[in-house]
C-alpha cells in the first residue's frame, strides 16, 4: 500500500520568497506523482504531475516539482511567491492500475506582504 | 466546457435528517469518489465507485450511502448514523487514477 507524508502543515513565507512544499511517499512499485492546489471553498485543482520520463515537471504558473526515487520524495518549488498563491496544497500519490489516489495531509502555505 | 458540477455549495440540516449531496459529470469518466474534508485532516475517502452500479466502500464509509444508477452521477446520502456530517465535502472523477482526478467545487454540510 502506498503512503503520503507532507512533513509541514503550515509554511508562512514573505512575498516574492522562495519556497519549498515537502512531499514523502512510501511504495513497494513504481508511483505516479501529483500535486494539487485548493483555494479557500474551492474544490482541489491538479498543479502538476509525474508519471514517467523528465524526474523534473512544471506548471504554468512557476511551480515546480522534482521526482527523487532515492529518496522517495516529490517536493514542490516556487522561486518567488505572490499573495495569490496563498492556499492549501496536497500532494498524492497511486501505482499503475490502483483504483485510488492516496492523498497526503495538505499544506496551508501562507503569503505575508 | 466539461467539468464535475456539485449541488447545491451550501447546505443546512437539522440533526437526524438524511441529506442527498448531488455530483454531476459530463466528462464521460468511469470513475467517480467522494471525500470528506475537515481542518487539519485532509481528504479522508468515503466512497467510489469504477463502473456503472458498482461501487465501494473507501476509509470512513460508515453512515453514508451512495449510489451509480448512470455514468455521470454518483450521489452521496450523508444518513442520521454519521455521528458528525458537518464537514466539506468533495466529489472527483477521473479515467483511472493514473491520471488524477478532476474535483467539484464542494458542498460544505451543516447540520445544526
Known amino acids: 500500500a502506498q503512503s503520503v507524508t507532507q512533513l509541514d502543515s503550515q509554511v508562512p513565507v514573505f512575498e516574492e520568497a522562495p519556497v519549498e512544499l515537502r512531499c514523502n511517499y512510501s511504495?513497494?512499485?513504481?508511483?505516479?506523482l501529483f500535486w494539487y492546489v485548493q483555494y479557500p471553498n474551492q474544490g482541489l485543482q491538479l498543479l502538476l504531475k509525474?508519471?514517467?520520463?523528465?524526474?523534473l515537471v512544471e506548471s504554468i504558473n512557476g511551480f515546480e516539482a522534482e521526482f527523487n526515487k532515492s529518496q522517495t520524495s516529490f517536493h514542490l518549488r516556487k522561486p518567488s511567491v505572490h499573495i495569490s498563491d496563498t492556499a492549501e496544497y496536497f500532494c498524492?500519490?497511486?501505482?499503475?492500475?490502483?483504483?485510488?489516489?492516496?492523498f497526503g495531509q495538505g499544506t496551508r502555505l501562507t503569503i505575508n506582504p | 466546457d466539461g467539468g464535475i458540477t456539485q449541488s447545491p455549495k451550501y447546505l443546512f440540516r437539522k440533526e437526524g435528517q438524511n441529506v442527498t449531496l448531488s455530483c454531476e459529470q459530463n466528462?464521460?469518466?468511469?470513475?467517480m469518489y467522494w471525500y470528506r474534508q475537515d481542518p487539519g485532516q485532509g481528504l479522508r475517502l468515503i466512497y467510489y465507485?469504477?463502473?456503472?452500479?458498482?461501487?465501494q466502500k473507501g476509509d470512513i464509509a460508515e453512515g453514508y450511502s451512495v449510489s451509480r444508477e448512470k455514468k455521470e452521477s454518483f450521489p452521496l446520502t450523508v444518513t442520521s448514523a454519521q455521528k458528525n456530517p458537518t464537514a466539506f465535502y468533495l466529489c472527483?472523477?477521473?479515467?483511472?487514477?493514473?491520471?488524477?482526478?478532476?474535483f467539484g467545487s464542494g458542498t460544505r454540510l451543516t447540520v445544526v
Open positions: 472527483a472523477s477521473g479515467t483511472g487514477s493514473d491520471y488524477g482526478y478532476t
Open positions: 466528462l464521460n469518466h468511469d470513475a
Open positions: 465507485s469504477q463502473i456503472v452500479n458498482d461501487f
Open positions: 509525474y508519471l514517467s520520463g523528465s524526474t
Open positions: 498524492a500519490v497511486t501505482t499503475r492500475g490502483a483504483q485510488k489516489l492516496v
Open positions: 511504495s513497494s512499485v513504481s508511483v505516479y
